[in-house]
C-alpha cells in the first residue's frame, strides 16, 4: 500500500492551507459564516497549524440540524473582524484548498469584504474537482463517500474543524492517485471570472442549488395519509416562521422542497391558497393537494419512510433494465496523437461500438488507442507504467472487437518489453464501481429521471489539460420562441447566476452548470448550453474534443456523458440542451460548431450584445 502520508504535495505550485465554513445559509449575498477552520500543510502534507474558532455574526444561524450551531452556542464568540488578521496570515501566499472551493472562497470573500479588506487567495484547489478529474470508483464524490473510500475516519461531519482534518487526508489521497496517474490538479486563479461583488448585489431573487433529496418520487399526497419521504412539497405565501425554517424542516425529514408547483407536486404548504401567487394558481389547475403551514408541521412528526435512491435491488433493476453487449461496452478509451479530424473520427467509432471516449486521463480509462505522433504525448508513458492496453486504430476495423485483453508488454525506443510495474492505490480496500454512465452521441436525447433523482441537475464540459485556453461555458434560458426573454436569461462568466441556474469555474480546463429545472422562470421550457473561445486565432479544432458530463447534482456520480468533437475552424459550440417534452425533461447532445464568436451567438438567442 502506497504511503498517501508522505507524497509530496509540492509540485510546482507551493504549499496549501486546507479550509471549512459552515454558514446560516447557502447564499454568500445573505448568510454569514459561523465557523471557520483552517490548517496549513507542508510539502509532504503534514499538518504544520491549526486555526479554529466560532464566529458570531449577529444573525439567525439557519439549519441548526445541519452543523448544531445554535445562538447559544455562538454567543461570545468573535467577530469575524478580530480573527480575520490570524486568518489571513494563514492564507496568505498559499493554495487554498476545500471541498467545493467556490462555495468556501465565495463566502470568505464575502466576509473579508464586509471588513473592508480582500481575501488574500491567489490561487484554490477544489477537492471535488479533483476527485471527479481523477475519477475514482465511488458513487458520488461528497467528503464522507471520499473518506471511507481512503479510510479515513470522520468523527464530526458538518464540524469545520474535523471536515478540514478529514479533507487534509483525502487530499494527501487523492495527490497520490492523481499523480499515479498522471493527472494534474486542477488548479484554478482567483480571483476567477466569477464576479462575486456583482452577485451579492443581485438580491434574495438568485438562488443557489438546492439541498438533494436522497429518497425516490412516491406521488401526491392523498386525503388523510401521510407524509412519505421524497414528496415534493413547495411553498408561497406568509408563515408564521422564516420560510427557510420550514425547508430545513422539510428537508431533514427527507422531502424534496421545490420551487414551483407542477403535476408532479405532492403538495402546496400555504396559508393563503387564494392569494393569487403563480404557485397557488398551478395548485388549483393541477389539482395539487394544499396543507396550511400547522397541518404541514403535524404530518412532520410522522413521515414514512420512503424508498433511497441508492436503494441496491433499484441498482439491479436498473442494471437489467439497461444490459446491453456492443462490443466496446463499458471500456473508456483515451485516443492519443493524429491530427483533430483523425481523432474525431476514432472517438465516433468507439462510440459506435458502445464504448465511451476520454479527452483526460482517469481511473476509469481502461484502453489506449494511439495514432500517428501518439509517442510523444506523455501520457502514453503513463499507460505504459499503468499496465493499460494500448491499441492501434485496427481494432476499430474488427466487425465484433475482441474482449478486454490482459495487458501485454510495449516495447521502448530500444525495442526491449518495457514491464508495466503494478502501482498499487493508496485506498485500504475496494468499493464496488458504480454504473458505467450512458454514452450520448451529437444528437442523441434521453429523458431525464427527475421522478427518481430530482430537479437539480449539473452539466459539466472539461477539455484536454494542461493547455491555456481560454474556454468559456454559458447558458440561454429560452422561451418557447427559442429566444431568451431579458438578458437575465443568459449566464456567462460575467453574470454568472440567474434563477434557478449557476455557473461554476471548477479549475482552467472545466466549468459546470448548476440547473435546478423546478426553479427556473416560468417562461423558460428550454436550456441550451454552449462553449465559445476567448481570444484570436484559436479554434475548437486547435483544442480538440470537449467532453460533457449530466449528473443529478454537483458531487454525484455522472449519469450521462457526451464527447464532442467540432471541425477546424469553429470558435462556438453547442453542447447540449435540456427541454420540456409534454410533463418531463428530456437531455440531448449536439456538438454543433460555428466558425462565429460569443457575442453572435448571444445575438441570435435574443441577447442585446453592445456593439
Not at 494534474?184 to 448585489?201: F, Q, S, V
Not at 419512510?305 to 441496491?312: I, L
Not at 484536454?464 to 461555458?473: F, H, I, S, T, Y
Amino acid at each position: 500500500m502506497a504511503n498517501v502520508g508522505e507524497v509530496s504535495l509540492d509540485a510546482g505550485f507551493g504549499s496549501f492551507t486546507v479550509v471549512d465554513v459552515e454558514t446560516s445559509g447557502l447564499r454568500a449575498a445573505q448568510h454569514r459564516v459561523l465557523s471557520v477552520a483552517a490548517l496549513t500543510l507542508d510539502t509532504a502534507g503534514r499538518v504544520t497549524r491549526e486555526f479554529h474558532t466560532l464566529l458570531d455574526p449577529g444573525c439567525d444561524p439557519g439549519p441548526v440540524h445541519i452543523h448544531g450551531l445554535t445562538r447559544e452556542v455562538l454567543r461570545g464568540a468573535p467577530a469575524f473582524a478580530e480573527v480575520r488578521e490570524e486568518l489571513s496570515e494563514l492564507l496568505t501566499g498559499r493554495v487554498m484548498v476545500a471541498h467545493n472551493a467556490r462555495f468556501d472562497y465565495g463566502f470568505l470573500a464575502r466576509e473579508f469584504d464586509l471588513t473592508g479588506d480582500v481575501l488574500p487567495v491567489s490561487r484554490r484547489l477544489c477537492t471535488l474537482a479533483l476527485a471527479r478529474r481523477v475519477c475514482l470508483p465511488v458513487p458520488d464524490c461528497k467528503l464522507a463517500t471520499l473518506a471511507s473510500y481512503y479510510g479515513i475516519a470522520q468523527t464530526r461531519a458538518h464540524d469545520a474543524l474535523d471536515d478540514t482534518r478529514v479533507l487534509a487526508g483525502v487530499l494527501r489521497a487523492l495527490v497520490a492517485d492523481a499523480a499515479r496517474l498522471g493527472v494534474a490538479p486542477p488548479m484554478l486563479a482567483c480571483p476567477p471570472k466569477e464576479n462575486y461583488r456583482e452577485t451579492w448585489n443581485r438580491g434574495s431573487s438568485r438562488t443557489g442549488p438546492k439541498q438533494p433529496c436522497l429518497y425516490t418520487y412516491p406521488g401526491r399526497l392523498g386525503a388523510g395519509e401521510p407524509l412519505v419521504q421524497g414528496m415534493k412539497i413547495a411553498f408561497t405565501g406568509e408563515a408564521s416562521v422564516d420560510r427557510e425554517i420550514l425547508v430545513a424542516e422539510a428537508e431533514a425529514a427527507g422531502l424534496d422542497v421545490t420551487g414551483a408547483v407542477s403535476k408532479l407536486t405532492s403538495a402546496l404548504v400555504t396559508n393563503t391558497p387564494r392569494s393569487g401567487t403563480g404557485k397557488a394558481r398551478r395548485a388549483v389547475e393541477y389539482a395539487t393537494p394544499v396543507l396550511t403551514e400547522r397541518q404541514f408541521r403535524t404530518l412532520l412528526e410522522k413521515v414514512r419512510p420512503g424508498r433511497r435512491k441508492d436503494d441496491p435491488a433499484a441498482a439491479a433493476q436498473r442494471g437489467r433494465e439497461n444490459r446491453a453487449d456492443p462490443p466496446l461496452s463499458g471500456r473508456r478509451f483515451l485516443v492519443l496523437g493524429g491530427s483533430h479530424a483523425q481523432a474525431a473520427a476514432i472517438r465516433a467509432r468507439i462510440g459506435e461500438l458502445g464504448g465511451s471516449a476520454a479527452v483526460n486521463m482517469s481511473a476509469r480509462v481502461t484502453d489506449v488507442l494511439t495514432l500517428p505522433g501518439a509517442e510523444s504525448d506523455h501520457r502514453l508513458a503513463k499507460a505504459v507504467e499503468l499496465g493499460l492496453p494500448v491499441h492501434g486504430p485496427e481494432l476499430l476495423a474488427l466487425a465484433s472487437a475482441p474482449p478486454l485483453p490482459e495487458p501485454s508488454p510495449s516495447r521502448g525506443q530500444d525495442g526491449e518489453p518495457c514491464v508495466a510495474t503494478p502501482v498499487e492505490s493508496p485506498r485500504p480496500f475496494a468499493v464496488s464501481d458504480p454504473p458505467p454512465p450512458t454514452v450520448l452521441g451529437p444528437g442523441h436525447v434521453m429523458d431525464l429521471p427527475t421522478a427518481v433523482h430530482g430537479d437539480t441537475w449539473t452539466v459539466r464540459a472539461s477539455w484536454v489539460q494542461g493547455r491555456n485556453w481560454e474556454v468559456d461555458v454559458v447558458a440561454f434560458l429560452l422561451d418557447g420562441d427559442e429566444k431568451v426573454s431579458g438578458d437575465d436569461d443568459f449566464v456567462f462568466y460575467n453574470q454568472p447566476e440567474t434563477v434557478g441556474i449557476r455557473l461554476n469555474a471548477d479549475g482552467p480546463s472545466e466549468q459546470s452548470v448548476d440547473v435546478s429545472l423546478d426553479r427556473l422562470p416560468d417562461h423558460c421550457v428550454r436550456v441550451v448550453f454552449a462553449a465559445a473561445l476567448d481570444g484570436a486565432g484559436v479554434t475548437f479544432g486547435d483544442i480538440g474534443a470537449v467532453e460533457i458530463e449530466f449528473a443529478p447534482g454537483p458531487d454525484v456520480g455522472t449519469m450521462a456523458r457526451a464527447t464532442l468533437d467540432a471541425a477546424t475552424e469553429e470558435r462556438t459550440l453547442l453542447l447540449a440542451e435540456i427541454y420540456v417534452r409534454g410533463d418531463s425533461w428530456r437531455l440531448r447532445a449536439f456538438g454543433q460548431g460555428y466558425t462565429d464568436g460569443l457575442a453572435a451567438l448571444a445575438r441570435g438567442y435574443g441577447v442585446d450584445v453592445a456593439g
